[in-house]
DNA sequence: TCATCATGTTAGTTCTTGCTAACATCATCT
DNA sequence: AGATGATGTTAGCAAGAACTAACATGATGA
């Protein structure tokens, strides 16, 4: 939190996405930052066009590269990794990602932006299932594997994220070791 | 679609789960449902009231006592049951839930009914998993075991629902049977 | 010291929207 | 036919919110 606008953007992201685009006003955003909404009104001409830039700035990317270079062929230790980077992905971007999902009709072009992950996911895991099949140690389907994981994984995070008022008291980082664990198992030729 | 009441409060609902509740208007609201926007305020005198009795009129339960009477003690049958179940309920309810997710300062009160459907199928399926650690047939823990299966239920599900631009073009149904074929390999002993 | 620049303050304009009042229309029932 | 009740229409009020203009303040740097 550093520069007028950083302020201002912050503020933005938070309550867009608690409460929606339509239900915030400026006055809000400005408090909030700790700015006037005269200030507001300066550096973003209009409060649409603060909440594009402000979606605009906040996307993180997934490090595929390391992840990619960080496999070692080992069904649950891989899995356990590729997971870990998806969810890490999810939870930088959860405020974006709520606030797209309050606000999906105030910006079609941004779901292109959003959906680039889970895609380049499928496609990698894809792969690796297949390679992994070519190994021999699976035989099911590698798009179907892979879709079935990131769908999961993404139901993970997006419970953890959203239904925290439901008496679930296993917590997430351990649904997931388990679910791995089992999928692994699931999928895995004896 | 009969009296005049329903109508609008189905409009309502449609138009609460697109846009949530700030962005939409009575007079929306009115022209949806085909009549002027003063009936609207003449049947519920505010649009606060009108999404309120909108949440309480359309929450499908599940029909847990045929659910639970058509268990057979087949591990993949029993759990292609209780998903389906689990689906069937969360699509029926899919707008109400869009519209909670997109409401969810407005209506505190509400979390409890939209909560109980998990809630109660996660102490069904614990129960399920117990008796099936009694008989013999897994090990792992009941608790751990349902709320993974439970939260990938809903994963798939609300995957489905408003990730409709992803390119995974392998469809929900085949997702769940190979999600549970792969579930129930994992958590069987051999 | 003085100019500059970012910010705050205040007042105000305009548009939207929730909501009401008053009257008109029209079908139904007696 | 006439009364009743549900709905439509039109006009309008009151409040809120986006956005602007004009001026004040206060820090920074030459």
Chains 1, 2 share one sequence.
Not at 47 to 61: A, C, I, M, Y
Not at 108 to 123: D, R
Not at 140 to 166: C, H, I, Q, R
Request: charge should be neutral.
């Amino acid at each position: 939190m550093c520069t007028t606008e950083d302020k201002i953007i912050n503020a933005s992201i938070v309550l867009f996405s608690q409460k929606g685009y339509t239900a915030v006003t400026t006055m809000e955003i400005a408090k909030e930052a700790g700015v006037s909404q005269m200030t507001l009104f300066r550096h973003f001409e209009s409060k649409h066009n603060l909440f594009e830039r402000s979606l605009d700035k906040f996307v993180f990317s997934p490090k595929f590269k390391a992840l990619f270079e960080s496999l070692e062929w080992d069904l649950e230790r891989d899995l356990n990794k590729i997971c870990a980077s998806y969810q890490d992905v999810l939870y930088k971007n959860r405020k974006i990602i709520l606030m797209h999902l309050k606000n999906e009709e105030l910006n079609p072009h941004f779901e292109a932006v959003l959906y680039k992950f889970p895609n380049e996911f499928k496609k990698l895991l894809s792969r690796y299932f297949e390679e992994m099949r070519n190994r021999g140690a699976i035989i099911e389907n590698p798009e179907t594997l892979a879709v079935n994981f990131l769908t999961t994984s993404f139901g993970l995070f997006f419970t953890s994220l959203v239904m925290n008022k439901l008496t679930f008291d296993t917590d997430i980082q351990t649904c997931i070791s388990n679910y791995i664990k089992i999928f692994t198992k699931g999928i895995s030729l004896l």
